[in-house]
């Protein structure tokens, strides 16, 4: 039997589990990352909505606020903002979408219950496998790929607003279609939502075009900021507390910005520096292929793609420029 069979086999014994998993339990608490990106946004959603058509009772919720640019999508105004608003209660069945470990999930895990089910649907090839039931696609384009994988596994009737969910988080994981985790099954799918009625160019001009105008004035000052290194294969930018305060930016504003160091001719790593809070550094890496950005964010704890992964360092924007200068450089020699 080949590698691929073989694979295709764990990945349906995987959809099954998850699907008895969902059919066996009602009362859910579904939650993704921290910082939600559009698969995780979209994931969260496409998770709810499964739920709503099998009847089951579920709370959506997120350590902070969902980007309000997916605001068209069904169930985005039934997300509880943790940071504003704290369940009074433990949950005993969690379903985790697009977490890469348990870190990831936030301080929404404060509301798990010690006995609590946990079932972790991800794709990032950094996933720990935390949890008692796991449905991970590693070559998943996105978590919403393996969740409309689970749909029809389970006979489900996908109508529109499903359909807007998927279609959401394949166009803003692969870049508008154009990162190398396109794979024909990704264009496969998305002809068949475009059949179902989805409006995919509207969506694109939602997500991938539109700005607003603190997106523009910190791109603006964040621009300032490019710097190089290594012969011009490392390129960088960084955005401070300060920076955010005086254009009125959100964490939803920095989306893309570190594709504009990666995007520069001759460069192999693009990286982004956000100020979290005084002395935490949040560093987005993006490789252009030949360097595993994945291995360096986990070697610093963090965690991710090949091409595109993310960790968290302690100390100044310069101490976490010096020190990742360093590291990244160590893979570029």
């Not at 998770?47 to 969902?66: A, R, S, V, Y």
């Not at 005993?92 to 301080?107: E, L, N, P, W, Y």
């Not at 794709?123 to 029809?152: E, M, W």
């Not at 803003?172 to 179902?196: C, H, K, W």
Request: hydrophobic content about 40%; proline content about 2%.
């Amino acid at each position: 039997m080949s590698n691929g069979m073989m694979h295709a086999t764990e990945y349906s014994q995987q959809l099954e589990t998850a699907a008895k998993f969902i059919e066996q339990h009602d009362d859910f608490l579904v939650v993704s990352h921290i910082q939600p990106d559009g698969d995780a946004a979209s994931s969260t959603y496409a998770m709810g909505w499964l739920l709503d058509q099998l009847g089951k009772t579920f709370t959506m919720i997120n350590e902070g606020p969902m980007p309000s640019k997916f605001s068209y999508l069904w169930g985005s105004d039934q997300v509880i903002d943790f940071s504003k608003e704290v369940p009074s209660r433990r949950y005993k069945t969690i379903i985790s979408v697009d977490c890469a470990d348990f870190s990831r999930i936030g301080r929404v895990s404060t509301l798990f219950d010690e006995q609590a089910k946990l079932l972790n649907v991800d794709h990032h090839p950094t996933n720990d496998r935390f949890g008692s039931c796991h449905l991970i696609k590693h070559d998943a384009a996105a978590t919403v790929q393996i969740l409309y994988d689970l749909a029809i596994h389970m006979n489900m009737s996908l109508n529109l607003a499903m359909g807007d969910c998927i279609y959401t988080g394949l166009l803003t994981d692969t870049g508008g279609f154009r990162y190398s985790n396109t794979s024909p099954e990704v264009m496969q799918i998305g002809a068949s939502l475009l059949a179902l009625g989805v409006q995919g160019s509207e969506i694109a001009e939602q997500v991938l075009e539109r700005v607003t105008y603190s997106q523009i004035v910190l791109l603006q000052k964040a621009l300032s900021t490019l710097s190089f290194a290594h012969d011009r294969k490392l390129a960088w930018l960084a955005v401070s507390l300060a920076d955010l305060e005086s254009t009125g930016a959100s964490s939803e504003d920095l989306d893309g910005l570190v594709n504009y160091p990666r995007n520069v001719e001759g460069v192999e790593v693009g990286m982004l520096f956000k100020e979290k809070a005084p002395g935490v550094i949040k560093v987005s890496l993006r490789s252009s292929g030949l360097v595993d950005v994945a291995a360096i964010a986990q070697s610093l704890g963090g965690g991710g793609h090949v091409r595109a992964s993310g960790c968290t360092i302690q100390g100044s924007i310069e101490e976490a420029v010096a020190r990742m200068v360093q590291e990244v450089g160590n893979k570029l020699i």
